[in-house]
């Protein structure tokens, strides 16, 4: 059985509750999957974050972390690169606490930097960052870096595999609205989909991604600003995306991070549960 889920970016619009009874919330509204977002900071403490992690597990929902927002791996400042490390050891601590199955983070931006200087950054600074945490005994965790939406962040597909390819504790996070983005919305059809699972499938070896998803408007420089899925003016096309992840038979969960994170979430569910339905009724 693939197991597909769906789940919202941070807390739910209507919740008011805290993180860690968040799970309950997000089952009863028919969803699956839960990304804990640290935006500003690594702020929970071990007993909430360990209440989180046995509410997620008694309400079969998956846990993810985003880490902070503010973190740089190839900055050419080399204060910037030493807190961003420390914000992502702190990271996984917390995710080994709530037991969130990924940690996703932003690699960095290339400043001053060309590509490869970046990327040769990037991996020094993990493998400090994996250095310590082996030190510290932090063993249960999966850093995943996520494609940027900028074409001045570090992170496009290709390098995201080199990360992932590089390093133990490493899956990818891939955002199809920042890969959209990026290359300008080249993402039209289910194919154009399946060529990055293909990819991924070829170069890494997997059949399971955490992704996020939502509709983007982009610039010339990448990512401007998220949309709702209902607003058709902006891509990526949401249908060929629900009907790549009811063929392709990879365990999928995605993340939505449109402006209404959990309806929306709902919107694929109900999307994905028609189209597999109507699948199911010809085979
Ligand atoms: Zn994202």
Known sequence: MVDIRFGPAGRPINYSGSAKDACSYIKAEGLEAYEYQATYGVKISETSASQ???????????????????????SNKEDVVKRSIQRLIQSAKASEWMGAYRTVFHPGFYTSYTSEEAMKRCKDAINQILDELDILGVKDFIFAPETTGKK?????LNEIIEICRSFDHFEPTVDFAHVYARSGGKINSREDYGQILQKLENELGIKSLHSHFTHIEYTYAGERKHHILLDDNYGPPLRPFIEEIVECGWNITVICESPLIDQDALVMKKIYEKILADRNKRI
């Open 52 to 74: 989180l992690k046995k509410n997620s597990e008694d309400e079969d929902v998956l846990v993810s972390m985003h880490a902070p927002y503010y973190i740089n791996l190839s």
């Open 152 to 156: 001045s962040q570090l992170g496009n």
